[in-house]
Each structure stands twice: as structure tokens, then as C-alpha cells.
């Protein structure tokens, strides 16, 4: 078979910047599930005062929030994601490109973060289930 | 050319213009995608046909529940009153809140997606026609359905979330409970149809160059909306699954009796029904980020905020369900996390709203009929949002729940989030659908009778529902001290109504003779509003090479361009309708998609599938299963005669020095997408059966210990049975690129040998384990994900068989590989779900005994 003329693409995975977009708040949907795995089975399995699995919440928590400060780190470093407001990236270029989905990634990045902080109040409020 | 050398940035110019040239290619056009003519109209598959079917259709069950509305208005207008009976009032508030959200909400999303994406996109279509109309039409079919058995006393009574064990005990329900079950489940597979067509429509059919942050805030919506239609609607599948399979034939999920549990079925329906409030939000949404531009003349502000907002909206709506059921029981640390992402959202759908006032401040925005519902949209839904802070809030929850508070609230957000901005949107691209101009005077008065109206009926439920009016009650005491309140609510329906009829009027009212509107008349920046007038049928008449969010503001000469057929693909010289496939980050262009013409395949498949689903209902399980049957037979000769065909040349010219090749098989295929996104939902349908196994667990503390284990020889068998099926099929496609056709096809037929071998293997651990599915949750369960894993497996040996047949009849070969490829992913789910499913049969068991 003939190769007919055809534009170089990058190839999705290896570019892998839709998949640092979704990456955050993945990472929020992952620490929502357990917690609430985690409450479920301690609350219908074992039972007794929320304290003692407090340390657990606040572990969740603390590790997502570092898991997303890691993505953030990723999206400014690899993709110059930047936190800007008025501006808009609208070259028609691929570092442009990358650049808006680093910026978008960012964004959520501090969304996801925020979003797990929700969560982990109840946790450190609550005494019983 | 070489490939590598190729730059977008640096084409050659566009051939000088030939007056000649260009007549003989716009007749070649237009005699590829014309509509066929007289009856055969009803075969078409171009999205502006579809489109508008699919808008129509929505508009008309919209009325119908509409006038559903006004008789509940009705009837509660005064006390004591029995306009209705208690009977039919339950079957009519079921079927309103039922076809408002499954038969105009979300499929109102698909029609206007269908219509408009592709001409945003600068496409001449979406890549697979073929699935909208077949969509269309199991939409058209079961909503006649589901909303025909009310005039046969037959509709469902249980309310639109149909609550087990209302809905579960036939003693308590009718067949309106099965007629609920099925015909939306039937729905639902067109809305996955639609899902899987407009994501790869954003992904692949945008137009060379349309990089992704040049992509236009419609299509990130409709990207963001169909993927969450994959993760919400599956587990509602699953629930209605467990549940037909409950009232049919006696199986255990929901009867507390026999280890069953009934809120069961409220978690799977709101882990659908939650991120379904948004999955017909932010469509809308998009509608207005869409318009407002245009009347701002200037680019939104926040282009990415909005996106950022988008893909967060879509993510924390998943963490919402639990707040519909926050007076059930749960822990209350549970509903605290609940609670928690309830406020949460609010944040990124705050974004938004202050991203559309900010735009509103800095720009002098055009007054026009479109911004006046836009405006009125976001006042009656900020409205209802702030509302939905206090729903969101446990304590305030407990006291309003059940209430007409809860009405009042959602009213405000659906009918503020979604149905004004979907009016907006309306007069927004009546002329680029019809070429003609609404009356503007008559539009006024439609928003002004409908925003005077919707406040007036249903503002006071805010009271009528803090006073303690329940919702669904069918009527009340003069002593409640209601009466004037619902007498309010009454009287401002009646003229919400008044102003949808003049809408409908204006929008319907004949204007064949009027003279049409100028091109762009509203001069927005997107690129629906390149279309000609009068308007052709090809969608666009060459696809050029977007590099700016607002392409008509940005690049000069631009239609001038397109129309000479300076751009891509200005000719179907082998009248074939064809598009450019582009790659997913920075469209460049990848090979030419052949798409196939109008057929009226999928109207019988949607016919016979759907008759088997209606004679289900009533349990004529032959004649089910023969119509079942006659769909896989029409789907078979569907795909044989219209996908992955050869081409005729393995490349093409498609203008400006590009040349394309006419085919492509795996992961940069459409259809390898397609199956994949397809699988994704299925894999999220059978993670709701997965969650059902681990709910029981939780709740149940004898949950395995009721039956003696399955012997684990057996089950071993079964795994490694279903997991030859993936592993030969693997093998297959080694073969088959290794130019070994006779061994692929040897490996193809021998795949489901393993995998009904495996299958069998299963079941018999389960028959030797005395598992009875009528008995107990845990037997239940167990049936179900085996009932699962065998309808894949044999899928799995349907598509095994043909595309065997296709090696064998030379279609599918080494150089031209897609239904191999597309079947290997196919498989690759099989072997997740088989993986999953021995885990919990076998490996999970054992480990809680080793415990």
C-alpha cells in the first residue's frame, strides 16, 4: 500500500495532554469514592465513634491534595500552564495548544483540590456515623 | 510531497477560480447529499434532516407533557377537587416529570447537537449518519409508546423515579411499570447512539486546523455532555435491568424479605438522575456561550474558564446522587460527603454565569429577541441555583424534602437552565435552519407571557411547599390553607402556556413566501453561519482550514473562499459523500471517511427492536424474542452492505496539495472509536451490577453465607473459558497481519467454542452451588452478572462469526483490517468484565474466608 501525503500528527497518548486535563479532578472522583467506601463499610461493618478513622480521612485527603499539586506541577512545568484571566491563548500553534490545555488542566487542578478540601470537613467535623 | 514535509500553515494557493470547474463540482455535490424525494424523504440520514426530526419530535412530547402539566394545574387549582382521579392523577404527574426529562430534556440536547455540531465544526456531517437516524427512530418509537399507554389507563403511577417496591411488587403497580422499564430502557440506547456519534464528531470531523483550543465553547460542551451521558445512563440501564428482571421473573433485588433491598434501586437511578440534571443543563449552557458572543460582538471572556468549568461541572455531578436521598437512613457522615460535593458544584456553575456577565459588562450587547431569553435564563436559574444551596444542605433538606419546595426548586433550574436558554438558542437559528426571520414582536410577548407565567406559578411553591404541601399529592384540604397559593400557581401556568403557544406559532407559522434573511444575519463569528442562502444540502461547500475561535470575525475572504471551493474536499467526483477525519489535538488532517447515503436499514432495525422491547412489556416472550432476532439479521446486513468497505483507490486528492488516504483501520479509525466509547458505557452499565454485588455486601451481614460456595474448579474453568474467547481473537488479528487469513478465521470460529465452553462452565458452578435467583439477593446477583457476562460473550460469537465471513469473503484482509481491529477492542472489554466478574465469584468470596 502507497503512503499518500499525510500531515504528521501527535499521537494522543504520547502527547497525553487530554489526559493530564482529566487527571485532577479523576483524582478528586477516586478520593470521593473511597471516603465514601470507607465510611459505608466502617459504619455498617464495624461501627463506633468516627475518631478513630479520622486519621484516615485526613491521610485521604492530604495525599489526593498532593497527588494534584503533583498534576499542577506537571501542567506549569511540561505545558506552561499559567493562571492568567483576561488573556486568552488563541495562537494557532501546537505549543498553544499545549499551553491551553496546561492552563485549563491548572485550573482544575486548583478546582479538584478545593473539591476534595469539601470533603474532608465532614470527616474532621463529624464524631459518629 | 512528502508526509513529513507537509505544514498546514505553508499550502499551495488554491487553483485559480474556473466558473466552469465550480458549476460541475456543486452539481456533483449536490447530487451526492440531496434528500431523497417524496416517501424515500423518510430514509434520509443527513444530519440537517435528522436534526430537525429529532427537534420536532422532542418539541411535540414536550406539548404532550406540557399539557400533561396544565392538567395537574388543574386539578390542584382548588381543594378538594376530583377533575382527575386519584388513578390517572398518578399516571399523569408520572408521565409528565418521565417525558419531560427522557423525551424532550436530554433528546432536545441530541436534536440540536445533531443539527448544528457538524455546521459548527465546518463538517459536512458526523461520521456516522446512519446511527442518528437509527437513534431517531427508537426515540420516535418508544416515545409513542411510553406516552401512548395513557390513553389506555396503562401509563406508570409510580412517580418518574419509580420507587421500589412500588415499582417492584406487581401488586402494587400495572404494566406501566414494565411499559416504563422497557420503552425508556429503549430510549436510553439512543441517547448512548447519540453520545457515541457526537464524540467522535468533536474528536475526529472537526475541520483541519480547528486545534483544540480553538475549538468553539458548543463543542466542549457536547464533548463534556455526551461522556457523561456514557457514565450516567448505564447505571440506569443496569437498575431497570435488576428490576424487570424482578418483576418478570421473580428474582430478589429489592424485596427486604428476601435479602433484597430497596434502595438499591434509589442509588443506581440517581447516580443517573444526578449528573442527568446537568446533562440537560450545561447543553443549554452551551447554547447561550454560543449566542452571547454574537451579540456582544466580541469573544467570550473566560474562553477556558468555561471549559475548566465544563469538565468540573461534569466530574462533581457525579458526586451529587446521594442528596436526592437524604432522608433515607444513611450515615451522616455519608450525606455530609454528599452535602459537601452539593456545594462544590456550585462553584464551577458560578464560573460560568459571572463568565457570561462579565462578557455582558465589557461589550455593548445588541438587544435582540435571542439575549432576551438568554437574559432571562440566567435570572430564573441563579434563582433556582440558590435554592439548590439550601436543598444541598442536610438539615434544610430534612425539612423540605418531598415538599413543593423541591418542585419550586427544580422548576427553576430546569426551566432557567435549560428550557429558556433552549427557546434563546431557538430564535437564535431559526434563520440558519429555515433562511426566513421570526416575527420579533410576536417573540416578545412568547417571553414575556413565559417569564410572567413561570414566576407567577411557581414562585409561591416555595410556600405552598414550606407550609408543608407534599409533592404528587392529588389533592388537598380547604383547611391546609393552600388553596390561594395553588389557585396563584394555577392561573401562572396557564399563562407560561399561553406564551409557549405563541412561540410555537411564530416558529411553525408558514413563511415559504417571506423573503429570506441575508447570510449571517446576526454577523456571529462560528461557522453554521457560513451557509449559503438558500442553503445546500452538503453542509459546507468546501472544509477549510479553521485557525481562530471565530473564524467569520477572524479570516478574511473566508466565505468568499469556501464558496469558490478553494478549501478541502470541494467535489465528490466518485459521488460519494465523504468528510476529513482530522487528529483529536491539533486537527490535522488524517484520511477522507466515506460516509453512507440515505437507507431505510435503520428504520427496521429501530422497528424490530423496539417491537421486541413493546411485546416484552406483556411478557410475549416469542414474539420478542423472533423481533429480537429479525434486528441482529438487519443489523448484520446493515453493517455488511455500509461499513468498512474497500475503496476504490487507496487515496485521494483532496485539494490545496493535500492527498488523503480513503481508509483507516484501528485506534485512528471512527468506528474504533466508536466501538470504544460504546464499550465504556457498556463497562460502566456492568460496573452498576458490580456496585449492586458490593451494596448487598455492605448491607447485608449473611450476604455469601446463605448458599454453600460454587466449587472454584468450575469457575476456573469458566474464567479461563471467556478469556480463550479474548486470547483467540488476539490471535486472530496476529494472523491476519501476518498475511495467515485461513488461520485468522480458523481462530475467529474457535474463539466462542471457549468462550460458550466458559460460559457453561459458570453456570454450572452455579447450578451445583443450588443458586436460585428467586431465593435470595446473593443468588440474584450472582445470576445477573453471569446473565451479563454470557449476552457479551455472545455477542462476542456474533461478531466472531462475521467478521470471519468478511476475511472470507475478502472484505476484511491484511492491508484492510477495521472489523478485526474493532472486534480485538470489542474483546478487550470482554476480558476486563470476565476478569471482574471471576473476582467477585471467586476470588473475592475466598479472601473475606481467609479472612
Redesign the interface.
Known sequence: MKHPTRPRAPRLIDDGSLWIVIAAPSIWAAHFLISYWVAAIWCAKIGGSLLDVRWIIAALGLASIALIGLLALVAVRRYGGTLIIFEEITEDSRPARERFMGHVSLLLCILSAVAVGFTVIPGLVMQTC | ????A????DLPPAEPYDEARDKAQRERLLTTWQSPKGWRYLSDVNNSEVGLWYLLTSFAFFCFAGVLALLIRTQLAVPGNDFLSQDLYNQVFTLHGTAMMFLFAVPIFEAVAILVLPEILGARDLPFPRLSAFGYWCFLIGGVFVCGSIFFGAAPDGGWFMYAPLSSNPEYSGVGADIWLLGLSFIEVSSIAAAVELIVGVLKSRPP?M????MPLYCWYVLVVAGMILFAFPPLIAGDLLLELERAFGWAFFDPDRGGDPLLWQHLFWIFGHPEVYIVFLPSIALIATILPTFASR?M?????I??SA??V???S??LWVHHMFTVGL????L??F???S??VA??TGIQIFCFVATMLVAKVRPSLPMLFAGGALAIFVFGGLTGVMVALVPFDWQAHDSYFVVAHLHYTLIGGMLFPLFAGVYYWYPFVTQRQTNQKAGKWSFWLMFGGFNLAFLPMHWTGVMGMPRRVWTYDVTDGWAVLNMVSTVGSFIFAAGFVVLAVNVLWPRGKHAPVKRNVWNAGTMEWSAEVPDKPWGVRSIPLI???YPLWDQPGLLDQIDRGEWFLPDAKEGKRELIV?????A????VQRVPGPSWLMLFAALFLGTSFIVATYHWWTVALISGAAFVAVTLYWLWTGTAHIPEK???YVGR?????TYEAGAGSVGWWAVFITMTGDMTAFVGLVFSYFFFW??LPDFMSTTEAMPFGWLLLGFAGVLGQWGLTVAARGQLAGRAPGAAIGALIAAPVAGVLGMAAFAWAAMQAGLDPTRHSFDATIWALLLWLSVHVALGLLMQLYTAARIWAGICTP?FPADLRNLTLYTHFLAVTVIMTFAMLAVFPLWLGAL
Open positions: 510531497m512528502t508526509s513529513d507537509f505544514d498546514l500553515d486546523g486545534r483544540l483550543n480553538q469573544p471572556i473566560g474562553h477556558s474558564w471549559v475548566l469538565v468540573g461534569a466530574f462533581l457525579f458526586g450515615p451522616e457522615i455519608s455530609s460527603f452535602s459537601a460535593a456545594e462544590a462553584v464551577p485557525k481562530s475561535r482530522t487528529d483529536i489535538l491539533d490535522r488532517p488524517l484520511f487507496t487515496e485521494k496539495g493535500l492527498t488523503l488516504p455492605t448491607v492491508d
